[in-house]
């Protein structure tokens, strides 16, 4: 049986009852602390109603797909999971024509500032705007944020249509895997931006935060110029400066195009992005602790010096990438959790995630009987969040992820500002393949250890200075023995495991 803080379990064992009450988006501050616990979701199949269990959604049989009347019912399941935002992967029209899937790609957008018919229930009297509102005013009784997804693409419709806001210098086709149906709008130069474009981005924004939106991440951020981002953010921090703008951007972007720009991480964060990704969806080819805390320096470098503090979102799994599970199994998801609660970032998450989904879908790329596109088949990414058709809602049955994922967030919930003004000290390990670092305030600190040897056990020494056999080490996330010894912790690591420690009145710079 795991060990944990009595109170963690106090903690997670919570419930509370929710009053109206008067929000104020302080998004922008949650995220400079490094404490948001972003989950994000695809309202189309966020709480679905597969009631056949083939994965599918079928209306005919009297199936309801997602939207944003029953998306209500499970926020109260997110609070008590330590979840405290929410990131809507796109929620604006979508294109039908070369489109992926039977309901049409969530990024091949069809319209600025309107919502996605698809996300409107069926049953309700009131607009679909008005259900956009309510989802959002719910998520605010919880005080739970809401970001929404601003794709960086239009569908091959709105490109059929709006011809002018296209390139003539290089490619609108992508050099992506499955994008027949997205074409790339030409934002211009940092010389001269395209004020069509630009229109309609901040119609996109004004039309957003109407609705209650507290902020946007800006998908593939890095392929608009600097000068494009700055004038829209400009713009919405004259009417709300704790709008929070995230960009989906890492240290590694390359063209989407031949010849299309890029826009570095460093220049998004000098015109007013609050934080990027991060660089963490590369953990899983990482083989030695060195990359990791490369990784950290790296972000702490890049984020000091700014007068307004940024940060890094946890972006260890997106929907870009397949389910941690499938890539080196539970344990790796246990992994990202507690390194999503322990590390200088926010944490983020892909909905399925906290109970061990690996996003299979019985149909997947098979004929389908009904379409809403001109795609007559069940169009998926194995091992991916679903974004192109009616599915199922997301959810595995990983009782030890989800225990963990509750914990990691409440703990990280708990220490608030201890983590957020931490030191960050890399440990020497007896193995390469073992990462081992100190978050540490004036008076406690947390020490983290994990084995990113996913086939092998290792017994292995982590150098702590100044440590004593004297000093209280107290269990988080640990399962085994442990001994201490003068500066040297001892312990031993199953493959891919993760170890969470508190150690009482101890500090290090």
């Known amino acids: 049986m795991k060990k944990f803080i009595l109170s963690l379990i106090i903690l997670m064992l919570g419930i509370k009852t929710y009053a109206a009450t008067d929000w104020v988006n302080d ?36 199936e309801e797909a997602g939207n944003f009347i029953n998306a209500v019912d499970r926020l109260d399941e997110l609070v008590l999971n330590g979840v405290n935002t929410i990131h809507l992967l796109p929620i604006t029209p979508v294109g039908k024509t070369k489109a992926y899937g039977t309901a049409g790609s969530l990024y091949a957008l069809n319209a600025f500032n309107a919502i996605n018919p698809q996300l409107s229930a069926l049953k309700s009297t009131i607009s679909l705007n008005n259900q956009v509102r309510y989802f959002i005013e719910e998520c605010h009784k919880r005080r739970i944020c809401v970001l929404v997804d601003l794709p960086a693409f239009t569908s091959y419709d ?189 944490s983020y998450f892909l909905d399925g995630f906290q109970s061990g989904d690996d996003y299979n879908f019985p149909l997947a790329n098979k004929h389908a009987k009904m379409t809403a596109t001109d795609n007559e088949f069940f169009y998926v990414k194995p091992g991916r969040m679903d974004i192109y058709n009616f599915s199922r809602k997301p959810g595995g049955q990983n009782g030890d992820i989800l225990q963990n994922f509750v914990l990691a967030n409440k703990f990280k919930s708990m220490m608030g500002a201890s983590l957020r003004d931490a030191s960050f000290v890399p440990l020497h390990t007896s193995s390469s393949s073992v990462f081992a670092y100190i978050r540490s305030n004036s008076y406690d600190s947390i020490l983290v250890v994990g084995n990113l040897d996913f086939e092998n056990l290792r017994n292995v020494k982590v150098h702590i200075p100044k440590l004593t056999e004297k000093m209280s080490i107290i269990p988080i996330k640990f399962q085994g023995v442990q001994k201490v010894a003068s500066k040297t912790f001892n312990t031993i690591l199953s493959p891919g495991e993760i170890q969470v420690f508190m150690i009482k009145n101890y500090s290090i710079k």
């Open 27 to 62: 998004s922008r501050a949650l995220f400079q602390d490094n404490g948001m616990v972003i989950l994000g979701v695809n309202i189309r199949t966020f709480n679905a109603k597969d009631t056949n269990k083939n994965g599918v959604i079928e209306s005919k049989l009297g």
């Open 158 to 346: 709105y490109y059929l249509a709006h011809g002018n806001m296209f390139s003539q210098n290089y490619n609108s086709n992508l050099d992506l895997d499955a994008s027949a149906d997205m074409r790339f709008p030409d934002a211009g130069t940092e010389w001269t931006v395209n004020e069509t474009l630009l229109n309609n981005y901040i119609s996109f924004f004004d039309f957003m935060m109407g609705l209650g939106v507290d902020g946007v991440v800006a998908n593939h951020a890095y392929t608009k110029p600097a000068k494009f981002w700055a004038e829209i953010i400009k713009h919405v921090r004259s009417k709300d400066e704790q709008f929070l703008f995230l960009a989906h951007a890492t240290d590694e972007d390359y063209p989407v195009s031949d010849g299309a720009p890029v826009t570095s991480c460093k220049r998004l964060l000098d015109v007013g992005f609050d934080g990027y990704y991060g660089g963490y969806s590369r953990l899983s080819e990482w083989k030695s602790a060195k990359e990791l805390y490369n990784q950290v320096r790296f972000n702490q470098r890049l984020f000091s010096g700014y007068k307004n503090i940024k940060s890094a979102i946890g972006s260890f799994a997106t929907v870009d990438s397949p389910s941690p599970v499938l890539v080196h199994g539970p344990q790796y998801a246990i992994m990202i959790a507690w390194l999503n609660a322990t590390l200088p970032l926010n």
